[in-house]
């Protein structure tokens, strides 16, 4: 299968465990620390799901997908949210945004098994 999926997260823990699951459900992974680095690695890698946390320094989860999402080359790519930030309000932000699912944390392994199923 070998799909790719771009992790985003500039908590090294977090970014730590989606890796782990995301690796051992047989897809490669790459990471990105920044809003502006998963913008850069959307465009150069093109994963087939993208991961991302919101509240990140240099360009937040929110920009960096409407930027995924504006580019004619990546704007296919379903960009899962996984973030704190799990109210009412931000789910609907979250998809006014572009994102197909927001992930509550702390997230279970079941919870990314079931995003990565229903995009991959």
Do not use: Y
């Not at 999402?69 to 932000?93: E, L, S, Y």
């Not at 944390?105 to 990314?112: A, E, G, L, Y």
């Amino acid at each position: 299968m070998n799909s790719k999926v771009l992790i985003v997260d500039d908590s090294k823990p977090d970014l730590e465990i989606l890796k782990a699951i995301v690796t051992n459900a047989g897809h490669q992974v790459v990471t990105a620390i920044s809003g502006q680095e998963a913008i850069d690695k959307a465009t150069s890698i093109h994963p087939d799901l993208i991961f991302m946390d919101v509240i990140m320094n240099n360009k937040d989860g929110f920009e960096a997908c409407r930027e995924i999402i504006a580019n004619k080359d990546t704007k296919n790519i379903p960009i899962i949210f996984v973030t704190g930030k799990c109210q009412k309000a931000d789910r609907v932000w979250a998809e006014l945004q572009g994102g197909k699912a927001l992930v509550g944390k702390p997230f279970t392994p079941d919870q990314i098994m079931t995003e990565i199923n229903k995009h991959i």
